[in-house]
């Protein structure tokens, strides 16, 4: 298995600009996670999935951040307008949701200017 | 609130050291917990997991250890070596109330080992 697929790898925009950021999970592993990680605050949970369906979303900072999970192997996290405080490395993980253990893929560092 | 702690928060030793790494965790209401290595400017990378009926699991050099009720993990590392530097976190999947589990990280420990 290739693991989780994050992309892009690295994401530069300007300020206002919408950003998508994208997700493959693992085949099979039915809860999917997205995280930020900054130095201040270090990795936060921003909304997970179970079987496609989002269930905590509380870690959303804004309701400029909106995430879809249309099928069981894709997912999409996006910033509609974009902050400078946006820039951070966002962190794409996925589970089986009995018990397994997390697999984080390689994440996407923004950069908003 | 799940918090979680780990000391130290930076560690510096020679190569070929035994060391141990510690976490400590507020709710023992847990399912597993995992320790993954981060490397500057990378993914994180599971290291072993530890269901919570478990009290240790080995890989290599790594054996991390589980006491629930205490709500304490110990990471240890035989015989370090400078590949081994890096920042080490340990994270818990804790039981929220009203159902569902959450993932929640430590602070992090940041390893250096030196030739």
């Known amino acids: 298995d290739a693991g989780v697929i994050q992309s892009p790898r690295h994401e530069v925009t300007e300020m206002g600009q919408e950003v998508t950021l994208r997700c493959k999970p693992i085949?099979?592993?039915?809860?999917l996670f997205w995280y930020r990680q900054t130095m201040m605050r270090g990795l936060e949970l921003l909304i997970y999935f179970n079987n496609n369906v989002p269930i905590d979303d509380s870690g959303m900072p804004e309701d400029r951040f909106s995430a879809k999970m249309p099928n069981a192997s894709f997912s999409t996290l996006k910033i509609q307008p974009s902050e400078p405080r946006d820039s951070a490395v966002y962190f794409c993980?996925?589970?089986?949701?009995?018990?397994?253990?997390?697999?984080f893929g390689s994440g996407t560092r923004l950069t908003v200017v | 609130k799940q918090e979680v702690t780990q000391i130290p928060a930076a560690l510096s030793v020679p190569e070929g050291e035994n060391l141990v790494l510690n976490c400590s965790f507020t709710?023992?209401?847990?399912?597993?917990l995992q320790w993954f290595r981060q490397d500057p400017g990378k993914g994180l990378t599971s290291l072993l997991l530890i269901q919570s009926s478990q009290r240790e699991q080995t890989s290599g050099r790594l054996n991390a250890s589980l006491d629930k009720s205490s709500g304490r993990s110990t990471l240890y590392i035989a015989a370090s070596q400078p590949g081994d530097s890096a920042t080490y976190l340990c994270?818990?999947?804790?039981?929220?109330?009203?159902?569902?589990?959450?993932?929640?990280f430590g602070t992090g420990t940041q390893l250096k080992v030196e030739l």
């Open positions: 709710d023992s209401a847990i399912y597993n």
């Open positions: 085949s099979g592993h039915n809860s």
């Open positions: 993980a996925s589970r089986i949701l009995q018990g397994g253990g997390y697999t």
């Open positions: 994270a818990v999947v804790h039981i929220l109330t009203g159902g569902g589990n959450k993932l929640t």
